[in-house]
């Protein structure tokens, strides 16, 4: 791995991209990986040295904290109403204690990373 930032995508004109939506791109697990590390290092420049080098595991740390954080929130959308917010207050209290900055961090990058994987939508579409 280098300490450069992966080259970005070129992107065209919108004739261009209307004519190319339905091509998928593909990208490697190394790739993404890459995304992951460089898109934390300039959210939290304090600690970018160590983001660039992050295994996947503990990538997939944040990750966890993600799933965990709306399974707690799903948890309160469906129970809201029925005293739901002290149990979805103390399940988040609970997984915040139990984390750090950096998988926040990584969870976040790592949702915008999914995110930006799915395939372009269409204007007009109502996505």
């Not at 280098?2 to 004739?15: I, L, M, Q, V």
């Not at 593909?26 to 992050?54: N, S």
């Not at 949702?111 to 007009?124: H, M, N, Q, V």
Request: net charge negative.
């Amino acid at each position: 791995m280098t300490d450069e930032r992966p080259a970005a995508p070129e992107t065209g004109s919108p004739e261009d991209l209307e004519l190319d939506a339905d091509t998928i791109e593909t990208f490697t697990a190394e790739q993404i990986l890459d995304y992951v590390r460089y898109e934390a290092a300039d959210r939290d420049p304090r600690y970018a040295h160590l983001y660039r080098k992050m295994s996947a595991g503990r990538i997939k740390d944040g990750v966890d904290v993600a799933q965990e954080l709306l399974t707690a929130h799903l948890a309160l959308y469906r129970h809201y109403g029925r005293g739901g917010r002290r149990q979805h207050r103390t399940a988040i209290d609970r997984i915040l204690e139990s984390t750090n900055d950096a998988s926040l961090v990584l969870a976040l990058v790592w949702l915008e990373a999914a995110f930006a994987l799915l395939p372009r939508s269409r204007p007009g579409r109502g996505d």
